[in-house]
């Protein structure tokens, strides 16, 4: 199972690092993404990288200001998400995904809040 980990409050303009890992498997030949849920709203693609790290994607609202690595040696993705702004809050998820067409190919596991207050 996946679990994301790292968010929290900041204000506008503030820093976080998300991580995901995966327990009892292995993320390291899987592409991954990103994707997060605010409140009332539908879950929404953010961000995927291929399973070698070469390829990445994002949505354009976060081009720029977010970054999506990945470390197969240690099994782990991560997002790092600068500049953060207010409508940036919502709770963040990862999954394997099929490339280009962000479909997931694994259960929803643990999402992680991250809260940007203006």
């Known amino acids: 199972q996946l679990q994301a980990s790292g968010g929290g409050s900041v204000q506008a303009g503030g820093s976080l690092r998300l991580s995901c890992a995966a327990s009892?498997?292995?993320?390291?030949?899987?592409?991954m993404g990103w994707f997060r849920q605010a409140p009332g709203k539908e879950r929404e693609f953010v961000a995927a990288?291929?399973?070698?790290?070469?390829?990445?994607y994002y949505r354009d609202s976060v081009k720029g200001r977010f970054t999506i690595s990945r470390d197969n040696a240690k099994n782990t993705v991560s997002l790092q998400v600068n500049s953060l702004k207010p409508e940036d809050t919502a709770v963040y998820y990862c999954?394997?995904?099929?490339?280009?067409?962000?479909?997931?190919?694994?259960?929803w596991g643990r999402g992680t809040q991250v809260t940007v207050s203006s």
């Open positions: 999954a394997a995904v099929r490339w280009s067409t962000w479909e997931t190919v694994t259960n």
């Open positions: 009892g498997g292995t993320v390291s030949r899987a592409c």
């Open positions: 990288i291929n399973w070698s790290g070469s390829s990445t």
